[in-house]
T-cell receptor, first 117, second 115 residues
Framework: AQSVTQLDSQVPVFEEAPVELRCNYS??????LFWYVQYPNQGLQLLLK??????LVESINGFEAEFNKSQTSFHLRKPSVHISDTAEYFC???????????????FGKGTKLSVIP | GAGVSQSPRYKVAKRGQDVALRCDPI?????LFWYQQALGQGPEFLTY????????KSGLPSDRFFAERPEGSVSTLKIQRTQQEDSAVYLC?????????????FGPGTRLTVT
């Protein structure tokens, strides 16, 4: 069984300030890690993912996340946020090796990022 | 190309009614997932299809929930005798890869309100 904990349900931050959205997971097996973003009245969009290799992954719009195996964390960071980053962010994991099963995602409860002008 | 589409976007049902929610995955995508997202929560897995085969339905909350994908493309999630606790956003996701690993593409969801 897996679980994902997003420690902050809401994060307000001023425009151009840095932000960190925290994500911790629990799993008895190796995992893939994802961050999804959900804008109002829209579906989930993949922001970035960790599958293997470098533990630091980046998105095209300036977000980055670092996989820390010892701390079982995958925190999301951005050095300078924009108004357009206002959205809900979900951390998710899936089994790396689920045998004949599927790689369904297990999500955290989400963090609402509000960027203040 | 077109993304995952879902219809209807909003559905209001009286308690006890049956509802059917449709998902059109990205063309050629083998894997299809259904998730349920309650208010203030993250999405939770319901069921998974590989082509037309339903390989995992462990997340369906009761036998009132039924999903099908008869031709390996469009999928329908049916809820019989709806209850208030069924009120949620139902998300569909598809993936090119057989198992859905690496990346899933989500539709906009259907918001179901049971009154």
């Amino acid at each position: 069984a897996q679980s994902v904990t997003q420690l902050d349900s809401q994060v307000p931050v001023f425009e151009e300030a840095p932000v960190e959205l925290r994500c911790n997971y629990s799993s008895s097996v190796s995992v893939y890690l994802f961050w999804y973003v959900q804008y109002p009245n829209q579906g989930l969009q993949l922001l970035l993912k960790y599958l293997s290799g470098s533990t630091l992954v980046e998105s095209i719009n300036g977000f980055e996340a670092e996989f820390n195996k010892s701390q079982t964390s995958f925190h999301l960071r951005k050095p300078s946020v924009h108004i357009s980053d206002t959205a809900e962010y979900f951390c998710a994991v899936s089994d790396r090796d689920s045998g004949a099963g599927s790689y369904q995602l297990t999500f955290g409860k989400g963090t609402k990022l509000s960027v203040i002008p | 190309g077109a993304g995952v589409s879902q219809s209807p976007r909003y559905k209001v049902a009286k308690r006890g009614q049956d509802v059917a929610l449709r998902c059109d995955p990205i063309s050629g995508h083998v894997s299809l997932f259904w998730y349920q997202q309650a208010l203030g929560q993250g999405p939770e897995f319901l069921t998974y299809f590989q082509n037309e085969a339903q390989l995992d339905k462990s997340g369906l909350p009761s036998d009132r929930f039924f999903a099908e994908r008869p031709e390996g493309s469009v999928s329908t999630l049916k809820i019989q005798r709806t209850q208030q606790e069924d009120s949620a956003v139902y998300l569909c996701a598809s993936s090119l890869v057989r198992t859905g690993r690496y990346e899933q593409y989500f539709g906009p969801g259907t918001r179901l309100t049971v009154t």
